[in-house]
């Protein structure tokens, strides 16, 4: 079958210095990270800008310096919904009483492509079907969004944002009011997708062993960036986190695991 | 892809079904609504006096002077005007309760409807009788207006303005309003006349239909209408999120405005002419969604029918039911679409598990 | 001529004469409003000298003296005590909704007023009044509907003062329907009897019933004509009919075209009532050049618009009060112009 997956191979982000204020205060700092067809986990204690960061991604917010380049271009050239094109994210607020059913929701993936009278082309559907099928949610494509559990419709979410046909991936704690069968499954989703992916998590041991690279935000700039097991030192872990540290290997996975104590111990 | 997804994401064949039904229920509808009244008059003379005045031969008609006027210049402006007020007042409500994304807002939400009644009854109680039915309109529309761009200058912050700010100033100014229309009508001193067509207007009517009220009207709902469908993808989105929709492409403030432009300009050309008639503007695109879905590409045309119809239809038993004296229609809206509501309501189990 | 002007002054002194018989001789009984209270009032016992009763809305009322501290809540009652001379005796004054007729405005002018027709005075307003007597139309809600602050009948008794409906005893359930032309006049009796001014009482009754005679005789034998009523509104029209409007409009030798209970009527109706003549009522302020334009732009087929048959009749003076006959007289002449009947002052 023809491999929209492919199509969607991941383009190149480049975050170049970015900075970001909002009512005066400098949220972020002189930010840089690369991407490419690969899962960059963004990490950082809570304020620490991740979130902030992300929205310069995907337009919701405009650095006050810096450019956030999709393929070279930056994304404030471009009309909003070319970027959209471009560019997917998966939000934190979503609102809970949607009334939308599951396939009506992933149908807004197709606003960006749409001319304007909606009548929906043979491209849309096709492009929903296999963002519901890459998502697991083809079973629900009837079913209102507020019926499903919650690691259910982060699924649908991340659904809409495949029939987007993106290349690049936003997610903003996506793990988040999920079990934890749920947050390997969806993480292990996005690995599989050659999306270019750029992922805030909170549990640094999902980002370990999910994500090829990490940058650690702290205070609004970068504090680290590299593979996990450069970067999840335990010096990195107290200086950012406040937390003693220290690094294992999972022996189911071979990954890189870490694990804490508050000191009291010691 | 399996069977059941493509059955499942191409678009129903339902919508389009409902659109053709709700089209020959509305032409029914008209048709029913020109044929009876509190005089009685056969059924073939009403046909008789139609087709005189359509067509382009003028066949002549056995009916009296009285009768043909009846027939044509009250009834059948009166129908259409239920048409073009109950699908501007659905459609402005869908569009709405889209864009704040609270399904309890109406058309009125921004004090439209309060702003125009104080215009109006300010005009009703300081000159009434014929001659306020040239400034009532005017007046009620100016009302409408000028209420909008306070209820939005008011819910400003930052230059941004959010659906709940939104909401809450206009329920806010509708309570203000209310108040000062009170007390207008308690200050006229004119007991009888005065207060009798404050009281119509107030409850919303389209017993002043003439050809007149129907040209503006009708020209905005077709252009809005036309418009929004053009938009209706944007609608779509607004109803994942306002971040989900500014990551879809849309421009979420500006689209906002536009939107609410629309749908005030659809309301207050419709309040200023008919009052306001509460009820269509909340209730039918909620029904209208539990039968053709969330896609605003249908919901708003088959609100804009729906809501016709339904106004229409309450209209005929406004004018029925205490002949030869009339019931405001905004009156029965509520009393005849609620309970239709609430059995469409336990029928629909759409997508629960 | 002259033997005609004799029996026209012949006939018209018969008729005094025989209206001033009927008034005093008959109890006049309007009939009953809906829910079984009396009628307004029929009068007993002795016709001067206190103690004084008087039967209003199934109660009687028992005065010793003339009421000195009365509250109105009704402009119609209040006209009638003012032309009775008795504005010393009236405290306050509220439920006023129109201008006061001529002969009795500049009276009016020096009774205070404390609330109008849409807004009555609360309940500490009319008890720090402190009234004897407090007359309102109507017995039943309105203004003594304690929901919206204001005293109730009970309250103002327990307070001291004597309660008197005029003309009606219960608007709230149709009572206005019962009106005629004798509910002013009633009540004009048993003000007489109440403040012992019946004098005064008995001739204006027999001025107000001369005027109505003049009517009834200069109508005799003229054929029925088709009325409707116009009050405003473009849709739906508002019209008055029944109680005491329908009573002007028979008497006047018309007949309504519209029942008696009809407020708001449809285009197509007012179309279809074949009405000969349209009466439009004004207030005070209406325009009644864009009223008539507006009737003879849209009832083009009605008898009374292609004949020119509409006439202005202000809506103050068919009130049930001392001015009735001056609007019972208008409209004969509305709907009989060749008659001329001179028209009774304000």
Known sequence: ?266 | MTAQAAAVVTPARRPKTVIAVLSLACLAAVVLSVAVGSVSIAPTTVISVIADHVLPWHPGTSATAVQAEIVWEFRLPRAMLGLVVGASLAVAGAVLQAVVRNPLADPFVFGVSSGASVAAVAVLTVASGALAAVSVPVAAFAGALATTLAVFFLAQRRGRVTPNRLVLAGVAMSYLLSSVTSYLVLRASTPGGGVSEVLSWLSGSLAAADWGDLGVPSLVLIVATVGLVLLARILNAFLTGDETAASLGVDVGRARLVLFAITSLLVGVVVAVSGAIGFVGLMVPHAVRMVVGSDHQWVLPASALAGGLLLVVVDIGARLILAPSEVPVGLLTAVIGAPFFLWLLRRSGRGEA | MTRKRTAAVAAVAAALMTALAACSSTTVVPASPAGGSASPGTTTAASSGYPVSVENCGRTLTFKSAPKRVVTMWQAPTEMLLALGLENHIKAMSGNYAPFPASVAAAAKRVPSIGTSMAWPSKETVLSEAPDLVVAQSIVGYSFDTSYGYASVQQLEQAGAQVYGANICDAVHGGALKMNLSTPIQTLRDFGKIFDVSGRADQLIAQLNAEKQKVVTAVKGQPSVKVAFYNGGTGPLIVLAGGIYDAEITTAGGKDVFPANSVYVSKEAFAASGADVILVGTFTGQNFATLRSYLVKTFPTLPAVKNGRIVQIPVDDTDASITVMRGLTEIANALHPDLKIPVPAA
């Open chain 1, 1 to 266: 079958m023809s491999d929209a997956h492919d199509e969607a191979a991941g383009a190149r982000l480049s975050i170049d210095g970015v900075s970001v204020e909002i009512a005066g205060r400098r949220i972020i700092d002189q930010i840089a990270l690369t991407a490419e067809a690969n899962v960059v986990g963004l990490v950082g204690p809570n304020g620490s800008g991740k979130s902030t960061l992300l929205r310069t991604v995907y337009r919701m917010l405009r650095p006050v310096a810096g450019q956030v380049l999709a393929e070279g271009r930056d994304v404030w050239s471009m009309g909003a919904r070319e970027a959209a094109r471009v560019t997917a994210a998966v939000v934190q607020d979503n609102p809970g009483d949607l009334e939308l059913t599951v396939a009506e929701c992933v149908a807004t993936g197709r606003v960006p492509h749409g001319r304007l009278l909606g009548a929906s082309t043979a491209a849309d559907r096709r492009a929903v079907e296999r963002a519901m099928a890459a998502a697991s949610v083809t079973a629900f494509a009837g079913r209102d969004v507020a019926t499903l559990s919650g690691g259910e419709r982060q699924r649908v979410q991340l659904a809409r944002a495949l029939a987007q046909e993106p290349r690049i991936l936003v997610l903003d704690e996506p793990t988040n009011h999920l079990d934890i069968a749920h947050q390997l499954e969806l993480l292990a989703l996005v690995r599989r997708l050659s999306i270019t992916t750029l992922v805030t998590l909170h549990d640094l041991n999902l980002a370990a062993a999910y994500c090829d690279r990490v940058v650690v935000l702290s205070h609004g700039s970068v504090a680290a960036a590299g593979i996990p097991k450069d970067v999840f030192t335990p010096e990195l872990l107290r200086k950012v986190f406040g937390v003693k540290a220290a690094a294992i290997t999972n022996p189911l996975t071979g990954h890189l695991h870490l694990v804490y104590s508050d000191g009291s111990h010691s």
